[in-house]
């Protein structure tokens, strides 16, 4: 599998221009796969305009990253503030390469002392979903921290673990060492996307990445906007899960 990950700007540009740009590096490239940040389509610290920009998975923005998907034959994971009938989620989006979405995740655990923690619901669990052969599966930001949330995406098949996020500047250690250690103890891919530069006072670590089972990076950001890509193998998960067989003997623990 081609994947790609694409850390853009977090400020400064509407949902329109959101789209613009990313096709602008979609263009040309013949990705598989590409994740973007977490609350892609408004930015994350952008206090109102979450609610204003909310849209349910079938909104005007998600039928234009659809459009997108199908058009560069990519499948496309994105976050996005989402309207439903109980509320607001902090959710990520999973398109198809035929346009097609595949599943939506709710944000279970608010990142701690965010606006999150009022602004929005809880979802639940671990989100799964297939493409190409790939058991997918995705969480948000705060919940790969846990070694619970990634062992529960490995425990239900997952070969790789999508994390769109909003890592701010001073957590550089979760993209550094949590993320190859989740890697390394699930033997699983991740792909962790970031947004760059700042927002309304808040900074962003950057450094998005994708991750090997053997927690060795395969691709790694700057600071800056760019797209990184990686082509991934799924016999590694299969090698790395046989050789250090964690999932096994943790029942055994």
């Not at 609350?39 to 039928?63: H, K, M, W």
């Not at 995406?153 to 999508?162: E, I, N, P, R, T």
């Not at 250690?181 to 994708?210: C, P, Q, T």
Request: with cysteine; aromatic share 8%; glycine share 12%.
């Amino acid at each position: 599998m081609k994947l790609g990950i694409y850390q853009c700007i977090a400020a400064g540009r509407s949902p329109e221009a959101r789209l613009a740009v990313l096709e602008q590096h979609l263009e040309g490239q013949e990705l598989d796969l590409l994740v973007c940040p977490e609350l892609f389509l408004s930015g994350y610290n952008v206090g109102r305009d979450i609610d204003r920009l909310a849209e349910p998975p079938d909104g005007p923005f998600g039928r234009k990253m659809a459009a997108l998907a199908q058009k560069y034959r990519c499948a496309i994971a994105y976050g996005y503030p989402e309207r439903a009938d109980t509320g607001l989620y902090n959710s990520a989006a999973l398109y198809d390469s035929g346009g097609l979405l595949l599943a939506t995740h709710r944000k279970q655990l608010p990142s701690p002392g965010s606006f999150e923690e009022q602004a929005f619901g809880r979802g639940d669990g671990v989100t799964f979903a297939d493409i190409r052969g790939w058991r997918v599966a995705m969480i948000i930001c705060y919940e790969v921290e846990f070694p619970e949330t990634v062992r529960q995406a490995a425990q239900g098949g997952a070969d790789l673990v999508l994390v769109p996020t909003a890592l701010g500047a001073d957590w550089g250690v979760v993209a550094q060492k949590i993320l190859p250690a989740r890697a390394f103890e699930n033997g699983v891919w991740l792909a962790y996307a970031d947004h760059a530069g700042a927002e309304n006072g808040a900074r962003y670590y950057g450094g998005s990445r994708i991750v090997a089972p053997d927690g060795a990076a395969a691709a790694v950001a700057g600071q800056d906007e760019v797209l990184i890509i990686a082509e991934i193998d799924r016999d590694k998960v299969r090698m790395m899960q046989a050789r250090l067989p964690y999932l096994r003997d943790c029942g055994m623990l």
